[in-house]
């Protein structure tokens, strides 16, 4: 029986919503590079011995010799921009079964889950690291190859449009290595890096601050706008036509955001025109009439536009 997934929709039909999309979106961004172009993708470490039957030898709560802080799974542990519950994993070549144990740990890159986190269409979650993290193969590593700093780098794992790509090519378990090459990515002279970047950075302050802060309601409200603002800036840098990125965007109606807080659809239901997701949060559209809103955007799509304004119009009769 298909699993139902928000909204009353099974998982089968938000992929043949996509699937739908797909050769539109796709096509679209044909001439774009991949991330593989941009990264290079690998999966965690192995060992040659089982971990259930080890894992006092394999895996530490405290530091140890030869062993390297990081992270062995991402239920409850990893989300968008965001991880905890570290452990330490044993580096020692004598128990590696694969070259993993040889990777740049220590150089900034992504981690980011093998193992998908929902049955829906919100696939994957990408933590930027710094510190110098070891994972197990349930997750991967994902290294920038050209100028390319992990801010943005994760904005990119976490976006809307990855996570349907990788839907799209639904697998039952993981996100395959492929898959995640695979993914497309805006050019990067379209990227508003120093914004995202302060942005990401901000979101991180933000989520450290929520379990502590006397105001959580307000911080989390905070949180809310601030991976709105993300995820606009990464569509904007796609430049998808306004139809599409609405009904790209639409795939994600209904369906939880792995954040621990609600995270709201990106348009209200009854919202209907085709307003880029980074335009519509620039305006105040509760508040603001037609005419202001003439005099506050900037013109694109005139037939987009011209419905637009009609529907606003007739709300406001």
Same mark, same amino acid.
Request: proline share 7%.
């Given at each position: 029986?298909?699993?139902? =997934?928000?909204?009353?929709?099974?998982?089968?039909?938000?992929?043949?919503?996509?699937?739908?999309?797909?050769?539109?979106?796709?096509?679209?961004?044909?001439?774009?590079?991949?991330?593989?172009?941009?990264?290079?993708?690998?999966?965690?470490?192995?060992?040659?011995?089982?971990?259930?039957?080890?894992?006092?030898?394999?895996?530490?709560?405290?530091?140890?010799?030869?062993f390297k802080k990081g992270l062995e799974k991402v239920s409850k542990?990893?989300?968008?921009?965001?991880?905890?519950?570290?452990?330490?994993?044993?580096?020692?070549?004598?128990?590696?079964?694969?070259?993993?144990?040889?990777?740049?740990?220590?150089?900034?890159?992504?981690?980011?889950?093998?193992?998908?986190?929902?049955?829906?269409?919100?696939?994957?979650?990408?933590?930027?690291?710094?510190?110098? #993290?070891?994972?197990?193969?349930?997750?991967?590593?994902?290294? /920038?190859?050209?100028?390319?700093?992990?801010?943005?780098?994760?904005?990119? =794992?976490?976006?809307?449009?990855?996570?349907?790509? #990788?839907?799209?090519?639904?697998?039952?378990?993981?996100?395959?290595?492929?898959? =995640?090459?695979?993914?497309?990515?805006?050019?990067?002279?379209?990227?508003?890096?120093?914004?995202?970047?302060?942005?990401?950075?901000?979101?991180?302050?933000?989520?450290?601050?929520?379990?502590?802060?006397?105001?959580?309601?307000?911080?989390?409200?905070?949180?809310?706008?601030?991976?709105?603002?993300?995820?606009?800036?990464?569509?904007?840098?796609?430049?998808?036509?306004?139809?599409?990125?609405?009904?790209?965007?639409? #795939?994600?109606?209904?369906? /939880?955001? @792995?954040?621990?807080?609600?995270? /709201?659809?990106?348009?209200?239901?009854?919202?209907? @025109?085709?307003? /880029?997701?980074?335009?519509?949060?620039?305006?105040?559209?509760?508040?603001?009439?037609?005419?202001?809103?003439?005099?506050?955007?900037?013109?694109?799509?005139?037939?987009?536009?011209?419905?637009?304004?009609?529907?606003?119009?007739?709300?406001?009769?």
């Open positions: 029986m298909a699993k139902h =997934v928000g909204n009353g929709l099974t998982t089968e039909n938000a992929m043949n919503i996509y699937q739908a999309l797909d050769e539109r979106v796709f096509n679209y961004l044909t001439s774009n590079p991949k991330l593989r172009d941009i990264a290079e993708v690998h999966r965690g470490i192995e060992w040659d011995i089982s971990l259930r039957e080890n894992r006092s030898i394999l895996i530490s709560s405290e530091p140890r010799t030869e542990k990893m989300e968008p921009y965001w991880a905890q519950g570290f452990i330490y994993l044993n580096m020692n070549e004598r128990y590696h079964r694969t070259s993993a144990h040889s990777l740049p740990w220590d150089k900034p890159k992504v981690l980011a889950n093998r193992r998908i986190v929902s049955g829906g269409p919100w696939q994957i979650v990408g933590f930027p690291d710094s510190g110098g #993290l070891v994972c197990y193969q349930n997750l991967i590593g994902i290294w /920038p190859k050209i100028n390319i700093n992990i801010e943005v780098l994760s904005a990119l =794992v976490n976006s809307p449009l990855a996570n349907a790509a #990788l839907f799209v090519r639904h697998d039952k378990c993981d996100n395959r290595i492929k898959k =995640v090459e695979s993914i497309p990515t805006p050019f990067l002279k379209s990227i508003a890096v120093e914004t995202i970047t302060q942005l990401v950075r901000y979101y991180i302050n933000l989520k450290s601050g929520i379990k502590k802060d006397t105001t959580e309601k307000l911080t989390i409200q905070e949180s809310i706008q601030t991976l709105m603002k993300i995820d606009s800036l990464i569509l904007k840098a796609y430049d998808l036509p306004p139809r599409l990125e609405r009904k790209l965007l639409e #795939l994600f109606r209904g369906h /939880p955001r @792995p954040v621990p807080f609600d995270f /709201p659809d990106y348009y209200p239901n009854d919202f209907s @025109p085709c307003i /880029p997701l980074h335009k519509y949060l620039e305006m105040d559209l509760k508040q603001a009439s037609a005419g202001e809103l003439l005099k506050r955007i900037t013109p694109f799509d005139t037939a987009d536009m011209h419905e637009f304004f009609m529907d606003i119009e007739a709300r406001q009769s």
